[in-house]
T-cell receptor, first 118, second 112 residues
Framework: DTEVTQTPKHLVMGMTNKKSLKCEQH?????MYWYKQKAKKPPELMFV???????INESVPSRFSPECPNSSLLNLHLHALQPEDSALYLC?????????????????FGQGTRLTVV | SQQGEEDPQALSIQEGENATMNCSYK?????LQWYRQNSGRGLVHLIL?????REKHSGRLRVTLDTSKKSSSLLITASRAADTASYFC????????????FGGGTRLMVKP
């Protein structure tokens, strides 16, 4: 199984709503990522979890709250979002690099959640 | 933050022609990867080249890496209409932990 599964595929939420995005992988990867992608732009890293611990937070506003309940699951909790937060949210997973030269960090991406904030 | 730039931003070619995309980056890297993204969907890993490698092939793909110039190129030979997509380079920077930073991307259109 080389899939990263994201749910839901599409989400429309109001600015006062609370919702969660979910991501699941069963490849034994111990690094998981959230990226945000606006139209015609590259993915921008939001968070990295390594061995279920948050290792990188790219100065993301607190209205985005990540959670890694176990090694297969990654959630992104959303609260009080703004219309400008509308984007494609991508989850990815990879092996954890151990040696800088030998590290193989091929990332497997989910199909994304298309989020619209109204 | 964006690691580098891709050139060109958009490329339109006829089926059967070759497509070349370039990527430049700013910091020392462990490896560089190329990904493909069909419109509005997830990214698919194409090829990884390590910092101590200069060229790599995979099917119709050829990737080069010049660490002295901090640049890479992706060549797709004998293009097909199905190759129409956006192509991104991504770098795994030294001392940056487990993170990939993506370039701006090249939108490739292959006309049948």
């Amino acid at each position: 199984d080389t899939e990263v599964t994201q749910t839901p595929k599409h989400l429309v939420m109001g600015m006062t709503n609370k919702k969660s995005l979910k991501c699941e992988q069963h490849m034994g990867h111990r690094a998981m990522y959230w990226y945000k992608q606006k139209a015609k732009k590259p993915p921008e890293l939001m968070f990295v979890y390594s061995y279920e611990k948050l290792s990188i937070n790219e100065s993301v506003p607190s209205r985005f709250s990540p959670e890694c309940p176990n090694s297969s699951l990654l959630n992104l909790h959303l609260h009080a979002l703004q219309p400008e937060d509308s984007a494609l949210y991508l989850c990815a997973s990879s092996q954890v690099g151990k040696s800088p030269v030998l590290a193989r960090l091929e990332a497997f991406f989910g199909q994304g959640t298309r989020l619209t904030v109204v | 933050s964006q690691q580098g730039e891709e050139d060109p931003q958009a490329l339109s070619i006829q089926e059967g022609e070759n497509a070349t995309m370039n990527c430049s980056y700013k910091t020392s890297i462990n490896n560089l990867q190329w990904y493909r993204q069909n419109s509005g969907r997830g990214l698919v890993h194409l090829i990884l080249i390590r910092s101590n490698e200069r060229e790599k092939h995979s099917g119709r793909l050829r990737v080069t890496l010049d660490t002295s110039k901090k640049s890479s190129s992706l060549l797709i030979t004998a293009s097909r209409a199905a190759d129409t997509a956006s192509y991104f380079c991504a770098t795994d920077a030294e001392n940056a932990g487990n993170m990939l930073t993506f370039g701006g991307g090249t939108r490739l259109m292959v006309k049948p």
